[in-house]
């Protein structure tokens, strides 16, 4: 895992890379190190472990809380723009899980499909 709360996605050259960063989550997991974008998981707690494909509309808004929010209009217009193409590059799922082993097959699985 490259990181497992904050991490930086750049676009360079036309393609969208993940970039680990200081800043972990409580499980202090992190490489300082980099790779392409292949799929967005969003995360939900559920009593059944299942991973499903999702048009960017039903995960925009988890995903844009996650993300650095500029106040400024101009720079606002630019990030819905970038986002715009980033969920046209990428495979976007929602994993809904609880902690039972399955879910780590579950999710193994679904990513298995874009690689």
Do not use: H
């Not at 895992?1 to 969208?16: H, L, T």
């Not at 409580?26 to 999702?54: D, M």
């Amino acid at each position: 895992m490259i990181n497992d709360d904050k991490p930086i996605v750049r676009k360079i050259d036309g393609k969208f890379y993940v970039f680990g960063t200081p800043w972990m989550g409580k499980s202090n997991i992190g490489q300082n190190t980099k790779a392409p974008v292949k799929a967005v998981f969003v995360l939900q707690r559920g009593k059944e472990n299942r991973a499903e494909r999702v048009a960017a509309g039903t995960v925009f808004k988890e995903i844009l809380e996650a993300t650095v929010v500029p106040s400024d209009r101009e720079k606002m217009a630019v990030l819905l723009s970038l986002l715009d193409e980033f969920f046209s590059s990428v495979k976007l799922f929602r994993l809904t899980c609880n902690t039972d082993e399955e879910a780590v097959e579950i999710a193994y699985n679904a990513a298995r499909e874009v690689l």
